[in-house]
C-alpha cells in the first residue's frame, strides 16, 4: 500500500533530519516537527518539564517579539499546534503553500534563539496547571490512568505523568528551562517533516538556508529502562468523587520495536475495535455490565502497559465488571481466536493506516513517528507487513506471556469520597 | 488567490424523493458516503428527548437478514465504519468504506435505510445504554455545562434539549415511539445521499439508485422550529459542583441561521472575536492573563438561530475575574468592532483553514451535504472565499454591534459553589442548582 510514496531524506550538516513529500492536490503545507524529547527524558523533581516547555515554545525568540509566532502563522492562512508525548514532542503548522518560508523562518529562529524569561515561564507554568485541573484532576478516566502508571512502574521513566507532578511544576526553574532547552531542542536531536504543494528542491534549500547555521550539540544523555520485571499482581484504589466507579488493569508489555509488538497490536484491534470487537460484544451488547469499555497499547521506545479499561453500569459490582474483563483476555491466551477474527483484526489495522493518510498532516505524522520511533520512515510501510505476517500461534503464544496476573497493575476508582480542598494559588 | 473549488458532483433525484450526488476521489482507495435525514432533536415529541438519537442509533443495530451482531461483523470484518447521530435538525448517517468493499457498504447503508430491525430487545438496549451514558456524562464538567447551557438558553423551544435527551424522558422511550419515529422522518422524501469516493461517479449514481429506489416516502412533513425567543436580560446560574476544582464557564444566547444573510461577515466577525488562537478572547484571556487553558467563541447555525457561546474554564479562585475580563472583552467589541490588521489575519486564517479542512473525502462530502440540507445554491463553496474577502470593517461593526449579545447574556457557571458564590454574587443575582 503506497509503498510509492516520493519521499526524500536529507541530514544537514549539523545532523537535523529533513523528510519531504510532495503532494499537489490541496494548495497547503504541512510543516512538522519531531524532537527527540518527552517526559521520557525527564527526571523527578522535574517532571512536566517537556509539556510545561512545549508551551514556551510560542513566546517569542530573537527576530520575532512575543505572540508574533500564532500571529504570523494564523496569517499564513494556518493554524499551529504543539504536543507532547512520552517519547517526544512535535510542532506541526499547515500554511497557504506559498507562506512556507515564513514557518521556516519561524521554526528556526525559535530553534536558534528562544525566549527563556522569568515572565514567559511563570504564565505557561500557571496555564499548564489549568490544563492538569481539566484532563487530570477533574477527570475521572485521566486520574485513573495516571494512578495505574504510577503503581505499575517502579523505575521506568514512564512511571510520572506526562503533564507533571503539580509540586514539580511549581519547582521547575530559568535554568532548568535553560539546559533543557540547549540539550534536546538542538537540530541533531530534531526532525522536520514537509509535506504538501511545494518543490521538493526549493523546500531543501529553504531548509538549508536557515537551519544551517544552528550548532549541533552533544548528544542527550541516554535514556535507561531500568524497570525491574513484575513477579507479583498489584492492586490500587482510588477515592475520587465519580458517578460510576471504573477499573484499569495495565499489563507490562513491549516496546514498539520489539518482535511481539505487531502481535499485541492485533489483539488490541480484537479486544476494541469496532462494536464486534470482544469486550464491547461481552461488557456491553451481551451481559449489559459496563457503560464503556476500551483497551489500548499505545506505541513507546520503552516497553509500555497494555491497558484495559471499564466503567461499571450503576448497580452492577465493579469487582464482576474487573472478572469478565480478565475473563476476555484470559480467553484469547487459551487460544480462543479465530481465523477469521485474525483476519478482521488484520483487515482493520489495515483501514485504518489507510485512513491516516488522508490529508498533509496525517501522511507528516506517520512518516515522522516511523523516523522517530525506528530511525527509518520506510517502517511505515513495513508495520502493515508486520501485522499481516502475525499467525494464530502467535496471537496465543503473545496474549499467553503478556496477561499474566503476575504482571499486571488493577486500578480501581471507587466513588464517593470528597477530597480535601486543594490549596489554591491566588 | 482563493481558488478553492468542490469537486464536480454528479446528482439525480429519485422518483421517491431523495437527492444523491456522487463526486470523484482517486488519492486513496476509501469511499465516503452521508446520508441527511431531515428529522432530529427538534422533532422529538415532548417528554420522549432523546428520540431521535436512539432511532439514529438503532438504525445499524440490524438491518435487513443480518441481526445486530452479524451486521457488526461483517462492517468490522473488512474494516468499515457505519454509524449515525443526530444533531438538532437533521440525522446523519455516514459510512466509510475501502473502494474494494464498496458493494457490501451499499447493501448495508440501504438495508439500514430502509430495512433496519428495530427488534424489542435492541430497544431496550439502546434505552439502558444512553441512560448508562447520561449518568456518565455527569462526571464530564464541561459537557454537563454546555447541556445546561442549551437548556437555558432555549426556554420551552425544540432545540431546548441535548440530543442525547435526559433521564425521565430516555428512560420514557417504547418500542412504538421508536418505530412510529422512523416511520415518520427515516423517510426519502426530503433525504440527501452524498457519496465522495474512488469509483466512477456516473457509475455510482446508478448503483446508489439502484439500491434505495425501495425507499418508500413517507408523506408527512417534518415538524417546524419555531423561532426562538432571546432572553430580557442577563442570567447568571450556577450549576453547583461540590468537589470541582475549577469552574467551567459558558457565556452566550441566540446564534444565527445557516440561511442568515449575514453569515458570512459574522463568520469572520466571529473569528476575530474568539475564533484561532490570535483572537482577543485567547489572546487577552489567555496568553495575557493566563487565566485558562483554552478560550473560545463558537456559533452553530442551524434551521433556525443556533447557539452563541463563549466557552472557557479556570481555576476556582479566578472564576469572577474571567468572567468580567471576558464580558468587557465583549463590551468592548460590540462597541469598537475590529481593526483592519485584525480583518486581514482573520480573512487569511479562514481562507487557510478552509483548504487544510476540505482534503479528506467525507470534509467534500460534508460541504455538499450541508449545500442541499440547507437549500444553499450549489456553487456556494466555490464562491465563499471570495465572500469571505469581501467582507468589511463596517459589515464587522455592524455585526458586532448586533449580532453579539452580552447584555441579554445567559452567563453559567459549573462548580464549586461554597467557593464561589459569594464572588459572583457581586455580578449580579446567581440562581443555583444542583448537577
Same mark, same amino acid.
Given at each position: 500500500m503506497m509503498t510509492n510514496l516520493p519521499i526524500q531524506r536529507h541530514i544537514l550538516a549539523n545532523g537535523l533530519t529533513l523528510l519531504i513529500l510532495p503532494e499537489h492536490t490541496a494548495p497547503t503545507v504541512c510543516y512538522l516537527t519531531y524532537f527527540r524529547v518527552g517526559s521520557r527524558n525527564e527526571r523527578p523533581g522535574i517532571t512536566g518539564i517537556s509539556h510545561l516547555f512545549e508551551h514556551m515554545m510560542f513566546n517569542g525568540s530573537a527576530k520575532f517579539a512575543p505572540r508574533e509566532f500564532d500571529r504570523l502563522v494564523e496569517s499564513s492562512g494556518g493554524s499551529s499546534n504543539g504536543s507532547t508525548w512520552y517519547d517526544y514532542t512535535n510542532y506541526v503548522e499547515e500554511v497557504s503553500s506559498e507562506n512556507l518560508e515564513t514557518v521556516v523562518d519561524l521554526e528556526s529562529d525559535r530553534m536558534r534563539s528562544l525566549l527563556i524569561t522569568p515572565g514567559n515561564l511563570e504564565q505557561e507554568r500557571s496555564i499548564v496547571k489549568e490544563e492538569r485541573r481539566l484532563r487530570t484532576d477533574n477527570s475521572t478516566e485521566g486520574k485513573l490512568f495516571e494512578v495505574l502508571t504510577s503503581n505499575a512502574f517502579v523505575a521506568s521513566a514512564y512511571r510520572w505523568p506526562i503533564v507533571g507532578w503539580e509540586p514539580d511544576l511549581n519547582a521547575i526553574g530559568l535554568q532548568d528551562c535553560q539546559d533543557y532547552f540547549r540539550t534536546y531542542y538542538a537540530p541533531n536531536n530534531a526532525l522536520v517533516v514537509i509535506v504538501g504543494d511545494v518543490m521538493a528542491e526549493r523546500a531543501l534549500k529553504l531548509m538549508e538556508r536557515y537551519f544551517a547555521d544552528l550548532p549541533a550539540q552533544a548528544p542527550p544523555r541516554a535514556v535507561v529502562d531500568a524497570e525491574p520485571e513484575q513477579r507479583g499482581e498489584k492492586r490500587v484504589i482510588h477515592r475520587m468523587a465519580a458517578e460510576l466507579p471504573a477499573v484499569m488493569a495495565g499489563y507490562k508489555a513491549v516496546a514498539f520495536r520489539h518482535d511481539d509488538y505487531a502481535a499485541l497490536d492485533v489483539i488490541r484491534s480484537i479486544l476494541s475495535d469496532g462494536e464486534s470487537s470482544r469486550l464491547y460484544r461481552t461488557l *456491553?451488547?451481551? +451481559?449489559? *455490565?459496563?457503560a464503556e469499555t476500551s483497551a489500548f497499547f499505545p506505541p513507546t521506545l520503552d516497553a509500555g502497559l497494555f491497558v484495559l479499561h471499564a466503567q461499571a453500569k450503576e448497580g452492577i459490582a465493579i469487582e464482576q465488571v474487573e472478572s469478565e474483563m480478565h475473563g476476555v483476555v484470559e480467553r484469547i491466551a487459551a487460544g480462543e481466536v479465530t481465523e477469521r477474527e485474525l483476519r478482521k483484526a488484520k483487515n482493520q489495522i489495515r483501514a485504518s493506516a489507510i485512513r491516516e493518510l488522508k490529508d498533509n498532516a496525517g501522511k507528516a505524522d506517520r512518516i515522522a513517528f516511523h523516523e522517530l520511533m525506528t530511525g527509518d520512515y520506510r517502517q511505515m510501510f513495513h508495520t502493515l507487513e508486520r501485522a499481516e505476517k502475525v499467525s494464530l500461534e502467535d496471537v496465543a503464544r503473545v496474549a499467553s506471556r503478556c496477561f499474566q496476573p503476575d504482571r499486571r497493575t488493577v486500578a480501581t476508582l471507587v466513588p464517593g469520597e470528597r477530597p480535601e480542598p486543594e490549596a489554591e494559588e491566588s | 488567490m482563493s481558488g478553492f473549488r468542490l469537486p464536480e458532483f454528479a446528482s439525480r433525484r429519485l422518483p421517491n424523493g431523495a437527492r444523491l450526488y456522487a463526486a470523484e476521489y482517486h488519492a486513496l482507495p476509501l469511499v465516503d458516503i452521508e446520508v441527511i435525514l431531515p428529522a432530529g432533536g427538534s422533532s422529538d415529541p415532548l417528554g420522549r428527548e432523546g428520540l431521535a438519537d436512539m432511532v439514529a442509533g438503532l438504525l445499524h443495530k440490524g438491518a435487513g437478514a443480518r441481526p445486530a451482531r452479524e451486521l457488526a461483523e461483517a462492517m468490522d470484518f473488512v474494516g468499515g465504519s457505519l454509524g449515525a447521530a443526530a444533531d438538532q435538525d437533521g440525522t446523519r448517517v455516514t459510512a466509510e468504506f475501502l473502494a474494494q468493499d464498496l458493494d457490501l457498504c451499499l447493501e448495508l447503508l440501504s438495508d439500514v435505510l430502509i430495512r433496519p430491525g428495530l427488534a424489542e430487545e435492541e430497544v431496550e438496549r439502546a434505552r439502558a445504554e444512553t441512560l448508562a451514558e447520561l449518568q456518565a456524562a455527569r462526571e464530564n464538567p464541561g459537557l454537563m455545562a454546555s447541556r445546561r447551557f442549551v437548556e437555558r438558553i432555549y426556554p &420551552? /423551544?425544540?432545540? @431546548? /434539549?441535548? !440530543?442525547? @435527551?435526559r433521564e425521565a424522558s430516555v428512560a420514557a422511550i417504547t418500542r412504538e415511539d421508536v418505530l412510529a419515529f422512523y416511520r415518520s422522518t427515516a423517510v426519502p422524501d426530503r433525504s440527501i445521499v452524498v457519496a465522495v469516493g474512488d469509483f466512477d461517479a456516473a457509475g455510482m449514481l446508478d448503483r446508489m439508485a439502484q439500491r434505495l429506489a425501495p425507499w418508500e416516502r413517507g408523506g408527512g412533513a417534518p415538524r417546524a422550529v419555531p423561532p426562538p425567543r432571546p432572553a430580557a436580560a442577563r442570567r447568571i446560574v450556577l450549576v453547583d459542583k461540590p468537589d470541582a476544582t475549577q469552574s467551567q464557564i459558558r457565556i452566550g444566547g441566540l446564534g444565527m441561521k445557516r !440561511?442568515? +444573510? &449575514?453569515f458570512v461577515p459574522i463568520h469572520v466577525a466571529n473569528t476575530i472575536l474568539g475564533g484561532g488562537f490570535t483572537s482577543r478572547l485567547v489572546q487577552e484571556v489567555r496568553v495575557k492573563r493566563g487565566l485558562t487553558y483554552g478560550i473560545s467563541s463558537r456559533l452553530y447555525p442551524l434551521v433556525e438561530q443556533g447557539p452563541f457561546l463563549v466557552s472557557t474554564f479556570t481555576k476556582n479562585a479566578t472564576t469572577r475575574e474571567t468572567i468580567e475580563v471576558t464580558l468587557g472583552l465583549i463590551d468592548a467589541w460590540r462597541r469598537e468592532g475590529a481593526t483592519a490588521d485584525e480583518l486581514d489575519k482573520a480573512k487569511r486564517y479562514i481562507r487557510g483553514k478552509f483548504a487544510v479542512g476540505h482534503q479528506a473525502p467525507e470534509a467534500l462530502a460534508d460541504a455538499m451535504g450541508e449545500i442541499a440540507f440547507y437549500d444553499l445554491p450549489e456553487d456556494y463553496y466555490n464562491n465563499y472565499l471570495d465572500w469571505i474577502d469581501a467582507v468589511t470593517l463596517d459589515d464587522v461593526r455592524r455585526v458586532a454591534a448586533l449580532r453579539f449579545p452580552s447584555d441579554q447574556a445567559v452567563i453559567l457557571v459549573l462548580g464549586r459553589a461554597s467557593e464561589i458564590l459569594k464572588d459572583l454574587e457581586t455580578l449580579g443575582p446567581v440562581t443555583v442548582e444542583a448537577l
Open positions: *456491553i451488547y451481551e +451481559k449489559q *455490565i459496563a | &420551552d /423551544h425544540p432545540y @431546548g /434539549h441535548a !440530543t442525547a @435527551g !440561511t442568515d +444573510k &449575514d
